[in-house]
């Protein structure tokens, strides 16, 4: 038996066995077991057999990372492929294994064969070094001349029996990521999107973790596929109760058949596991933070015209909503929708970029070149993807238009989809994008995606173009940003709808969702959060009364839910009134004051026993400084609310805790407890294990706590 392989970086061990020429089994995955000898490593195999007899053919234990029917497996196949009705039990074995170390953490590979079928397999599974997330893909090359078809390839992580509860999210429009739990029960639970993006109402993760997990309590761990389009993700429970999570691409009819020699790669399925959902986030925002892309510069506060304007645009009235965005603080001004030739609302126009004569008859330069006097840098909105019918781009190119042979299939938001499959449709919209961003200097575009893909075929023969989409995709995004370096990029995707980290290679921001209700956004950035760091979430301060819900909040709640993430303005500054604006750049001046802080340290939430309140922060690496917000979102039955206790510090040093009020003086609603007064000092295993008394809180307010870490006597 050959010893099983350690790969152990980042607080993260990974125990493979590879003995036997067979496919990696993953033994243990989780907490760093320590450096282990090869008669444990051994042991540890041994000590993982299941106590069955000879005649138990089914499910074999521990599963490996590629699941085959023909070794025994009914659960969820790996891999499902055929040529004709042939070659479709692939049975991948003389497996050969490397580890290598690399910078990012050291790498399992193996290579598999299937030699009557002429399949080889390669696996990589890695374990990197700066975050302890575990990743791992595939790929399948069809060694005959005859064509191989691949309908799936998923790749499973198992978690040990104590995982009995499932986490998932699910959602709609301006309503994303709304969690939703269940027992881990034997059978399935899948998740899968088919729109061609992950969408709004797809899962960020599957998670499973001890009964009764929370942010702060009880082992997880998740799984997430770096990867923009079709995909499931799945918790299954085998009546062998192996348990594991499993993840890959949803292929559509033949859209991946393999010629002699040709291969098939999966995307990267990532698994995280922690203490805690705050322990596994933090795994994914480390892994974020770690990449040399990662967006370094203090992130510009935004002044977005979206909700200020809508459609209507006019020279002037964008020059003085830029003036006061500057006033009030603003360090990037981005022109939404409606800027396009003839684009006056959004039944018609997508595909024709080209600035609008009649509305800027000068072009866009004199609004540009008056945000730059001010200071600013300049962003535009663009949805690459998408045309209209009601556009010189589909009147000349009705080609370009996906169409699975029945036409350009149902309008949403009256648009249909560009097939970038079409070289001609790609270099048309390379061309005009890296026009305009080259001859405005446009430092940001928001890059929308609203209608999901279809019945999208590549004309003219109509096979399935939704993958293709995806990789040309992620080429505009790479070859934009090679020839224009320095340009950032948002995946906005009606709000939420393409949230990955796949996007997130190219896409320096997500726009987690249209709505900018504070009530809604505390919970929609705390589980997009599950994936996405602050500083990669824009959060905008909406109107008085939102736009999607049309609650009305006070400016305080607004501008507390907005200063987590990559701050922004959709308030219209045109018509807020003076004590508005000054308490809006009194909140914007406490944002820079502490970007540092809230977009590199660690988000921590308390587990509340009350489900009325919500406690979150940021606290710093060095665990010197942090900021959290205690808010009440519903009204409690009991009053007041008691006492909270502050997660992350460091037990061993003392903290002063205070109030902190950046835009206007505690109003009606908010009653604050005698500590406030003077503040109190007290060590972190006290706070953590005791806390302080909370503000008394009408619905929908919140208080913020500032807490330092007091000098060493
Ligand atoms: C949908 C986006 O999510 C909004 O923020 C806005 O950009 C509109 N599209 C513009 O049409």
Redesign the pocket.
């Known amino acids: 038996m050959n010893t099983p392989i350690h790969l152990r970086s980042g607080g993260t061990s990974l125990v493979v066995a590879v003995d036997g020429g067979r496919l990696p089994r993953i033994l243990h995955w989780g907490p760093d077991l320590g450096a282990l000898g090869d008669d444990a490593l051994a042991d540890l195999q041994r000590a993982a057999l299941p106590a069955i007899g000879d005649s138990a053919v089914t499910y074999p234990q521990p599963v490996p990372v590629l699941p085959q029917l023909a070794e025994g497996w009914l659960g969820r196949p790996g891999l499902v492929g055929d040529t004709g009705g042939r070659r479709w039990a692939p049975k991948f074995r003389d497996a050969e294994h490397e580890v290598a170390d690399t910078d990012d953490g050291p790498v399992l590979r193996t290579t598999a064969l299937d030699p009557e079928y002429g399949l080889a397999a390669e696996f990589e599974i890695q374990v990197l070094a700066a975050s302890g997330l575990v990743r791992q893909r595939a790929a399948i090359r069809n060694d005959t001349a005859e064509p191989y078809r691949i309908d799936s390839l998923e790749l499973a992580l198992p978690v040990p029996p104590e995982a009995s509860e499932i986490l998932d999210l699910t959602g709609r429009w301006a309503l994303e990521r709304v969690p939703q739990r269940r027992p881990f029960h034997v059978g399935e639970w899948a998740r899968a999107s088919r729109g061609g993006k992950p969408g709004l109402e797809h899962t960020l993760l599957v998670v499973a973790g001890e009964a009764g997990f929370g942010f702060r309590e009880g082992m997880v761990w998740g799984t997430h596929l770096a990867w923009s389009g079709n995909q499931v993700l799945a918790a299954e429970r085998v009546p062998a109760d192996t348990r594991h999570l499993t993840a890959g691409e949803v292929l559509l009819p033949s859209e991946v058949v393999l010629g002699q020699g040709e291969s098939y790669r999966s995307p990267w399925q990532y698994g995280s596991w922690g203490v805690g959902l705050d322990d596994l986030a933090a795994r994914f925002h480390r892994h974020l933070r770690s990449r040399p892309q990662h967006p370094s510069s203090p992130r510009p506060v935004v002044l977005n015209t979206?909700e200020a304007v809508y459609f209507h645009h006019d020279l002037d009235t964008l020059t003085a909503l830029a003036e006061r965005g500057a006033q009030a603080g603003a360090e990037r001004f981005v022109l939404?929708?409606g800027w396009f030739l003839g684009r006056r609302d959004?039944t018609s126009s997508l595909g024709d970029w080209t600035v609008d004569p009649d509305v800027w008859p000068a072009g866009l330069e004199p609004l540009v070149t008056r945000v730059r006097e001010l200071g600013m840098d300049f962003g535009l909105?663009f949805?690459p993807e998408m045309v209209n019918l009601d556009s010189d781009l589909a009147r000349e190119h009705p080609e370009w238009i996906f169409d699975g042979g029945h036409g350009p299939g149902l309008p949403s938001r009256h648009q249909h989809v560009l097939d970038l499959g079409h070289p001609g449709a790609y270099a048309y919209l390379f061309e005009r994008m890296s026009d305009l961003i080259g001859t405005l200097g446009i430092a940001y575009i928001?890059w929308?995606h609203?209608r999901y893909l279809l019945d999208a075929g590549h004309t003219p023969d109509g096979r399935p173009g939704v993958r293709r989409q995806v990789e040309q995709a992620y080429r505009l995004m790479a070859e934009l940003k090679a020839a224009h370096p320095g340009l950032e990029i948002e995946s906005?995707?009606?709000?939420g709808g393409r949230v990955d980290l796949g996007v997130l290679e190219f896409a320096d921001r997500v726009?987690p969702s249209?709505c900018n209700d504070p009530h809604e956004r505390l919970e929609i950035q705390r589980w997009t959060g599950l994936l996405v760091p602050p500083e990669m979430q824009g959060t905008h301060i909406g109107a008085e009364e939102s736009h999607t819900t049309h609650r009305t909040h006070p400016l305080d709640y607004r501008a507390e839910k907005a200063l987590w993430g990559h701050l922004g303005v959709e308030v219209n500054l045109l018509t807020a009134d003076d004590e508005t604006r000054a308490a809006l750049a009194r909140w914007i001046a406490f944002h820079k004051e502490h970007r540092a802080l809230l977009h590199s340290g660690e988000v921590v939430h308390a587990d509340l026993a009350d489900a009325a309140f919500r406690l979150e922060g940021v606290v710093a690496d060095d665990r010197g400084e942090a900021l959290y917000a205690f808010s009440v979102v519903e009204r409690p039955s009991t009053w007041p609310p008691g006492r909270i206790r502050l997660p992350g510090l460091d037990d061993e040093r003392d903290y002063t805790v205070e109030a902190v009020h950046p835009g206007s003086a505690p109003a009606a609603g908010v009653v604050l407890p005698p500590w406030q007064r003077d503040g109190v000092t007290l060590p972190g295993r006290v706070l953590r294990l005791v806390g302080i008394e909370a503000p008394s809180l009408d619905v929908d307010r919140s208080v913020l706590l500032r807490v330092v870490r007091a000098p060493e006597m």
């Open positions: 979206w939404d929708d959004d909105w949805e928001k929308d609203n906005c995707a009606s709000g726009w249209d």
